[in-house]
């Protein structure tokens, strides 16, 4: 082949993928929804994950026979027993002895096999759920939590052994606060 043909045959392919790539853009624009109608959809769904995961708790609830306070953001919570000392606040370090399981009942974690949780309170070194469920805590108190999954591991799960969109359950102990 000579160069001119070579050059041909380049500039023919090169406006055809150029075509294809134009023609293809505008199929797309035409047949993706809009971004508002995006947004209702993504909306519509999420109100129907959170009322399926609110049914789910619900039943859970009923099944045990358990009576819970809950707050605000979804987190459920019985204090079972009232500690004596100081209420843990923001900033407070605290160490929790603690027991997690899956709604199913699985067991998933346990400070008797990975040591007690210490962090302070408003700093991101426990899920979210169990920095809110902790301020509602004295020094010895004893609690449940129920955390929806948004108070929890949220949508990916922590990658080990909490799936994604898991409701958790947690008995701790509030065991320090200094």
């Not at 939590?145 to 929890?152: C, D, E, T, V």
């Not at 052994?161 to 359950?169: A, L, S």
């Amino acid at each position: 082949m000579s160069r001119t043909q070579i050059l041909s045959w380049t500039v023919l392919v090169a406006l055809v993928l150029l075509f294809t790539a134009c023609h293809t853009a505008q199929d797309e624009t035409q047949t993706r929804p809009d971004t508002h109608q995006m947004q209702q959809m993504l909306e519509m769904t999420n109100k129907q994950l959170l009322a399926r995961e609110e049914q789910m708790i619900d039943d859970f609830l009923v099944r045990f026979g358990w009576q819970m306070e809950e707050s605000g953001s979804g987190l459920r919570y019985k204090i079972q027993e009232q500690g004596t000392g100081p209420m843990a606040s923001h900033e407070s370090n605290v160490t929790l002895a603690y027991d997690v399981y899956l709604l199913n009942g699985d067991p998933v974690y346990s400070s008797n096999e990975d040591g007690p949780l210490q962090f302070r309170v408003g700093r991101g070194g426990a899920v979210s759920g169990i920095d809110e469920g902790v301020r509602l805590l004295r020094q010895g108190a004893k609690a449940t939590f129920i955390l929806p999954f948004h108070l929890a591991h949220g949508i990916p799960g922590d990658g080990d052994r909490i799936p994604g969109r898991t409701t958790i359950v947690y008995q701790v102990e509030l065991i320090n606060i200094f």
